[in-house]
């Protein structure tokens, strides 16, 4: 069992969690986001409330309206940490991948 800090990174991650799952997701990937909520992740709440999740999404440098369209879908769900300072890249995967760990062990 892992203790998760009450807010990490503006996210509120109740009391204690029996798992925590730390998805990196791109940026524009709104509808894919979304299907998992939808499927998979809606069962979550069936099977066990302890179980957190959160989506980790880079900086989108192409076009700043898709940032805006995270920080709205993130305020909209609580379940997206957008790290500004890590443009998306196939490098920014393990700045994304520590994060989901500093988040899971915080």
Request: charged letters at 25%.
């Amino acid at each position: 069992v892992m203790h998760l800090a009450p807010l990490f990174l503006g996210i509120a991650v109740a009391e204690r969690a029996f798992l925590a799952i730390g998805i990196l997701s791109n940026a524009p990937n709104f509808e894919r986001r979304q299907t998992m909520r939808e499927t998979w992740l809606q069962e979550r709440h069936q099977i066990a409330a302890k179980i957190k999740v959160i989506f980790l999404v880079g900086k989108w440098t192409e076009d700043e309206e898709v940032n805006k369209k995270v920080r709205s879908e993130s305020a909209e769900h609580g379940d997206i940490y957008l790290m500004e300072n890590h443009p998306e890249s196939y490098r920014g995967i393990m700045a994304k991948t520590k994060q989901a760990f500093l988040w899971a062990f915080a």
